[in-house]
């Protein structure tokens, strides 16, 4: 009996799903990255700092960004930014959380931020959709989150579309001026 009964138990624990843990997000289209970010800015990440964050017991990185050009609101020439995860090699612990972009020293970015939470965290608006890698390609800056910026959908509140020029062969880029001169039409109404 008690075999049977063991039989059972472990029949029953294969038929449970086990738990998988994800992240999704709702697309998120330019114009809501631009009116709903309290923070807009291009930058250059000049550290990263992983350590046990205090108010929430969590494993936080601390990137620091060296504000080249602000678009919307108001911070310092440097701007620190607050997020879950990251590796804290004193204890050799990783702690990762799917769709929290990471940041690389030396790199320049504009990121779309809220608010800062009563803990102080500030991931971008749509985590990764709301943080814009941006690089140097044939001497032009250009602008890329990954996802087609080209097809942006309007909002039903928006009256008019602001167009955004992408590369027609690559419609997830577009150049660096264009982008954040459309982001601050956005945010002149």
Do not use: W
Request: proline content about 5%.
């Amino acid at each position: 009996m008690k075999k049977i009964l063991i039989i059972l138990c472990l029949f029953s624990s294969l038929l449970i799903p086990p738990t998988l843990f994800a992240t999704s997000v709702l697309p998120v289209s330019l114009e809501q990255l631009s009116t709903r970010a309290s923070l807009i800015f291009y930058g250059t990440v000049i550290s990263n700092q992983v350590q046990k964050d205090g108010p929430s017991g969590q494993i936080v990185t601390l990137t620091e960004f060296e504000v080249i050009d602000l678009i919307k609101g108001d911070t310092d020439t440097r701007h620190i930014i607050k997020q879950l995860g990251g590796y804290l090699k004193d204890a050799d612990i990783m702690f990762k959380v799917h769709g929290v972009p990471e940041f690389e020293i030396g790199n320049q970015y504009v990121l779309f931020l809220p608010e800062k939470s009563s803990l102080g965290f500030s991931s971008p608006i749509g985590l990764h959709q709301g943080s814009f890698s941006v690089q140097t390609i044939d001497a032009e800056k250009i602008v890329s989150n990954g996802g087609n910026i080209a097809s942006q959908q309007a909002s039903p509140n928006q009256v008019v579309q602001i167009p955004l020029a992408t590369f027609v062969n690559h419609p997830s880029r577009a150049r660096l001026d264009d982008f954040i001169n459309t982001v601050r039409a956005y945010n002149t109404k």
